[in-house]
């Protein structure tokens, strides 16, 4: 199994900026993606960026030119770059990392919200 540990998450206005962070452990040399959902009260969890061992990434239409997700692999570790911060961004963020052929392990969670 894989364990995972974010940070990064707090308060910020409108239109400022965040880093999440993702410390992975256990069996990282099996990840093969890693990416970041999201979930907000009363909605259901949503993807919103994942990067794959080639470097492909897939995003949500609603971040898109906002936010930036990274990896670097020397430190088993994810990143999620928010920029230019919406109200509607509020949520509890959750690293994910996946190993083939199906297996997806959760962290806790980290909680981001955006004031008006």
């Known amino acids: 199994q894989v364990q995972l540990e974010e940070s990064g998450g707090g308060l910020v206005q409108a239109g400022g900026s965040l880093r999440l962070s993702c410390a992975a452990s256990?069996?990282?040399?099996?990840?093969?993606?890693m990416g970041w959902y999201r979930q907000a009260p009363g909605k259901q969890r949503e993807l919103v960026e994942r990067?794959?061992?080639?470097?492909?990434?897939i995003y949500a239409d609603s971040v898109k030119g906002r936010f930036t997700i990274s990896r670097d692999n020397a430190k088993n570790t994810a990143y999620l770059q928010m920029n230019t911060l919406k109200p509607e961004d509020t949520a509890v963020y959750y690293c994910?990392?996946?190993?083939?052929?199906?297996?997806?392990?959760w962290g806790q969670g980290t909680q981001v919200t955006v004031s008006s």
């Open positions: 256990g069996r990282i040399f099996s990840i093969n993606a």
């Open positions: 990067i794959f061992s080639s470097g492909r990434t």
């Open positions: 994910t990392a996946s190993r083939a052929p199906g297996y997806v392990d």
